[in-house]
C-alpha cells in the first residue's frame, strides 16, 4: 500500500484557505476525494459540515482503512467509498448525476501522469462542472497551468508539498454552497488574495 497522508498542516491550511473565516462555508458542500488513501481530507470535510463525500480509491486496503476511520470516527453523514480506480469512478458518479462542489485530487507523488489524465477527463467531466478542484502535489512537480477547461487559480506552497486550484474558465463564479465567501461571489477562489 503506498499511502502518503495529507499532512495535518498542509489539510488545516486547505481547510482555513476554503471556508476564508466562515466557519459555515462548507456546509452541504458535496466532496470527491480522489485517490483518498486513509480519507483525512475526506473525513475533514465531514466534520466541517459536508453533506457528501465520495472517498474513491483503489486499493482494497486503503479503502478498507477509510472505512475504519470512519467507523472509528462515528462518521453518521452521508459517505461512499468507491473501490476503483478514478476513470472508472468518474463515469459511476456521472451517471449517479453527482455535480461536486470539491474535488480533491492526492495521487501518489510518483504517479505524476496520473495528475494530467485526471485533470484532462474532469476538464470535459459533468462532475467537476461547478467544483473547485483542489491538487496536491510536490512543490518541486508542476501539474500545470491548465487541462482543456481547467485553469489554475491559485498555488499555494508549504513545506515540500504544494497546492494547485483549478477551476473551469466558464465557471470562474463559486457556485457550491449557501455559504460561500465574500471572495468567492466575485469569482476568486475562497482565501485567494
Known amino acids: 500500500m503506498d499511502l502518503r497522508p495529507t499532512s495535518d498542516r498542509l489539510r488545516e491550511t486547505l481547510f482555513d484557505v476554503l471556508a476564508a473565516g466562515d466557519p459555515h462555508a462548507l ?5 470527491v476525494d480522489f485517490f483518498a488513501g486513509t480519507g483525512a481530507v475526506g473525513i475533514e470535510a465531514l466534520s466541517r459540515g459536508a453533506a457528501m463525500v465520495y472517498f474513491v480509491e483503489s486499493a482494497p486496503a486503503a479503502a478498507q482503512l477509510i472505512q475504519q476511520n470512519l467507523e472509528s470516527l462515528q462518521a453518521k453523514k452521508a459517505f461512499r467509498i468507491m473501490q476503483r480506480d478514478a476513470r472508472r469512478a ?3 458518479l456521472q451517471s449517479l448525476s453527482v455535480e461536486a462542489n470539491f474535488i480533491f485530487l492526492d495521487p501518489p507523488y510518483r504517479m505524476r501522469e496520473a495528475y494530467r489524465e485526471t485533470l484532462q477527463k474532469l476538464a470535459d467531466s459533468p462532475i467537476a462542472t461547478h467544483a473547485l478542484i483542489i ?7 508542476d501539474p500545470g497551468e491548465q487541462h482543456g477547461s481547467l485553469i489554475r487559480l491559485r498555488k499555494l506552497e508549504q513545506g515540500g508539498a504544494a497546492l494547485s486550484f483549478y477551476r473551469r474558465q466558464d465557471d470562474r463564479v463559486y457556485s457550491g454552497t449557501s455559504g460561500g465567501s465574500a471572495a468567492s461571489s466575485q469569482g476568486q477562489t475562497p482565501g485567494a488574495t
Open 135 to 141: 491538487v496536491e502535489h510536490e512543490k518541486r512537480f
Open 27 to 31: 456546509n452541504d458542500s458535496v466532496w
Open 90 to 92: 468518474m463515469s459511476e
